[in-house]
């Protein structure tokens, strides 16, 4: 309430729900990403990712190691693969 006495009235707008929205969508799963790869690392535990055009696997004491070349195709976006493109 305000120092009046009255309750201030609040503005109902359409919000865009979080789940689809891509650009909100992105920083959620870039947070996620770099929480997941500080608790794999403080566990010992290694990561695999994509660097340079091959999957690789990353050791918490930075060795890196050459799964597999990738295909020339290019990396699907996120909205092809949340079926919105």
Request: proline share 6%; net charge positive.
């Amino acid at each position: 309430m305000s120092k009046t006495g009255k309750l201030k009235r609040v503005r109902i707008a359409s919000r865009k729900d979080p789940l689809i929205d891509p650009s909100n969508l992105k920083s959620v799963g870039i947070k996620a990403s770099k929480s997941a790869k500080t608790k794999a690392f403080s566990r010992g535990v290694s990561i695999t990712t994509v660097r340079n055009g091959a999957i690789v696997k990353v050791d918490p004491n930075g060795r890196v190691e050459e799964i597999k070349k990738m295909d020339k195709k290019p990396f699907p976006k996120l909205e092809d693969d949340l079926c919105l493109g």
